[in-house]
C-alpha cells in the first residue's frame, strides 16, 4: 500500500517544489575603469554605479545632468556599433559588448558613466567588464525580475545579402547563429549555443570584434577606428595569410562567438532578459535592433512574465541541434 505521508520506503518523495522567484539585481559598490574608444581613439573613464530597482541601465555624460536609457528605441545609430542617444544631447557609443555583460552578470540596474562619447573597448570583449562587475559584486534587490517572452514568430530580413534575423517562442533563450565570409580565415560559421546568463559567460563573453585590414584602413581615413589595435580585435590579414594577432584565436569559432555577443547586448537593450529561441544569419546590430521594433510593435508577439529559477530551462532548439549533430 502506498504511504499517505510520501514515504517510499527509506526514500522520500517529495513533490516538485515550485521554482524560487527571482529578483532585480545591481552593482554592490560604485567600480571605475579606463580604456580606449575604438573609433574615437581618445582615453574614456567610466564608471558603474548602483541603481535603485526598476530604473534599468541608464547612460550618464560625466558633468551633465542628461541621461540616456539603455532602450532599443534610443538608438539611432548602427553602422559600426550600437549608439545610444541623439545630437545635440549626450551620445554613446559601442555600448553592446557592455550590455552583453550586463545581461551575462544579470543586472538589472545599474548607471554607467562616462566622460566621453564612447563606451571604452577594453580587450574587444565583454569579459573585462564582466570582470569589473565581479569586483563590485551584485546584490539583490527587492523587486521581482521581469523578461519579455516571445509569443509569436517575429522575422526580420534587410538588404541583399539573405541577412536574416528571426525571434521564435520556446523555452529558456538559445539562438543558432550563421556567418559566411568570403575569406577562408572565417568561412562559414554555425553555432547553435544556450544563452542562459552562466553558459554566455562561459562560452561567449570572451569572444573578442573582429575586422578585415583593408576595412581598418579605410575606417582609418575616415576618422573612425582610432583606438583599433590588435589589443582589442581580431584582425584579419588583407593578403589571406590568416591574422594578423599573433596570440591567434581565443575560440576556434571566436568569429562566430563574437556575433552571437553581439547580438545578446542589443537584444538586452529590450530593457530585460528575452526569452525564446533567436536564428540569426549574416545579421549586424541593424537587424537586432529592427527586431525588437518589430517584436515590441505587435502587442501579440510578446508579453512580461516574472522569472523565476526555471526560466533558463534548455531550449529545445538545443536538443534538435544535437540530434542534427549526431545524424539522427
Ligand atoms: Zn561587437
Known amino acids: 500500500m502506498a504511504s499517505p505521508f510520501g514515504v517510499l520506503g527509506n526514500v522520500f518523495v517529495s513533490r516538485p517544489s515550485k521554482p524560487r522567484p527571482l529578483a532585480q539585481r545591481t552593482l554592490k559598490s560604485a567600480i571605475s575603469c579606463t580604456g580606449t574608444g575604438l573609433h574615437s581613439g581618445r582615453k574614456v573613464a567610466m564608471t558603474l554605479r548602483p541603481a535603485a530597482p526598476n530604473h534599468g541601465i541608464v547612460f550618464h555624460r560625466r558633468g551633465s545632468d542628461t541621461a540616456v536609457k539603455a532602450d532599443f528605441r534610443n538608438v539611432t545609430d548602427t553602422r559600426l556599433c550600437s549608439l545610444l542617444g541623439t545630437a545635440p544631447g549626450p551620445r554613446f557609443g559601442t555600448v553592446e559588448h557592455l550590455m552583453a555583460a550586463f545581461y551575462g552578470a544579470r543586472i538589472d540596474n545599474a548607471i554607467v558613466e562616462l566622460d566621453g562619447d564612447e563606451v571604452p573597448v577594453m580587450d574587444g570583449s565583454a569579459a573585462p567588464f564582466m570582470f569589473l562587475i565581479d569586483c563590485a559584486g551584485t546584490i539583490e534587490q527587492a523587486a521581482a525580475r521581469r523578461a519579455i517572452e516571445v509569443l509569436k ?166 536538443a534538435t541541434a544535437k540530434r542534427a549533430e549526431a545524424g539522427e
Open 153 to 318: 514568430p517575429i522575422r526580420v530580413t534587410e538588404g541583399q545579402d539573405g541577412a536574416a534575423l528571426e525571434l521564435r517562442p520556446g523555452a529558456g533563450f538559445a539562438a543558432t547563429f550563421d556567418i559566411d565570409f568570403p575569406t577562408p580565415t572565417i568561412g562559414r560559421q554555425s553555432l547553435t549555443i544556450d544563452l542562459n546568463p552562466d553558459a554566455f559567460r562561459q562560452d561567449i563573453a570572451r569572444a573578442r570584434t573582429f575586422g578585415f585590414e583593408q576595412e581598418v584602413a579605410a575606417l582609418r581615413a575616415a576618422g573612425l577606428a582610432r583606438g583599433g589595435s590588435l589589443d582589442n580585435a581580431v584582425v584579419i590579414a588583407a593578403d589571406g595569410s590568416g591574422l594578423l594577432n599573433p596570440e591567434g584565436l581565443r575560440f576556434d569559432d571566436e568569429f562566430v562567438r563574437h556575433k552571437v555577443l553581439d547580438l545578446v547586448g542589443d537584444l538586452y537593450l529590450a530593457g530585460a532578459p528575452i526569452l525564446g529561441a533567436v536564428s540569426a544569419r549574416r545579421t549586424g546590430h541593424r537587424h537586432n535592433n529592427a527586431a525588437l521594433h518589430a517584436l515590441f510593435a505587435d502587442k501579440a508577439a510578446w508579453r512580461w512574465v516574472d522569472m523565476t529559477e526555471a526560466s533558463y530551462a534548455p531550449s529545445p532548439v538545443l
